[in-house]
């Protein structure tokens, strides 16, 4: 009776641990995935503020630090992308989240100006790009949102107290959650 009794309790922790797993890891795909579309709508995004900066910089004085911005953050951004193929673990997306906040920032500021300058408000070019601009961020928040939520889902999975012994076993680490998405979420 006693080995019937310690074999049903070595099955249930094994089907224990076995649900536990797979449910970390249903939700780490969710991450992934999640990470995947807000990765695909930033690299878009990107591409926009850049064909809108070639267009945006003939319009403004050379002085104006504007457009050299923008290239630059443009250009950070890209790179930390480039530099976190999957869901960034708790913090190693510093640079991104810099260059994410910063363009928010920027774009917001090429906006008032475009606004205050009837002169670039007659530019249909510039309007056209600037609005294919604002749709690709307005996407991008969008699925970062969606990659927050599910970044919530997974570390409070992670943070259950028998999982938080079990997952780092397993290979299970918190991931980051951006930020600026929570911000613009607001």
């Known amino acids: 009776m006693e080995i019937l009794t310690a074999l049903t309790l070595l099955v249930a922790v094994i089907a224990w641990l ?28 990107n591409e926009c503020l850049s064909d ?8 403004l004085p050379q002085e104006n630090m504007l457009p050299r911005d ?5 250009e950070d951004s890209s790179r930390a992308l480039e530099a976190l193929p999957g869901a960034p673990i708790v ?5 991104l989240e810099n260059a994410e906040q910063e363009l928010r920032r920027i774009m917001t500021s090429s906006g008032h100006t475009i606004e205050n300058a009837p002169r670039l408000r007659e530019c249909d070019q510039l309007l056209g790009l600037y609005q294919a601009m604002t749709i690709s961020r307005n996407q991008q928040e969008e699925e970062g949102r ?22 780092p076993l397993l290979g299970f680490s918190p991931v980051e959650v951006l930020s600026s998405t929570r911000q613009a979420g607001r």
């Open 91 to 95: 913090g190693t997306g510093n640079l």
């Open 52 to 59: 809108f900066v070639a267009v945006f910089a003939g319009f």
């Open 146 to 167: 969606f990659y927050n939520r599910s970044a919530h889902i997974y570390n409070s999975a992670l943070d259950e107290p028998l999982t938080r012994l079990l997952a």
């Open 18 to 45: 076995a649900a536990a797993y797979a449910r970390l890891q249903h939700l780490y795909r969710d991450v992934q995935l999640a990470w995947k579309k807000w990765y695909t709508a930033t690299r878009h995004r």
């Open 70 to 74: 923008m290239r630059k953050w443009t």
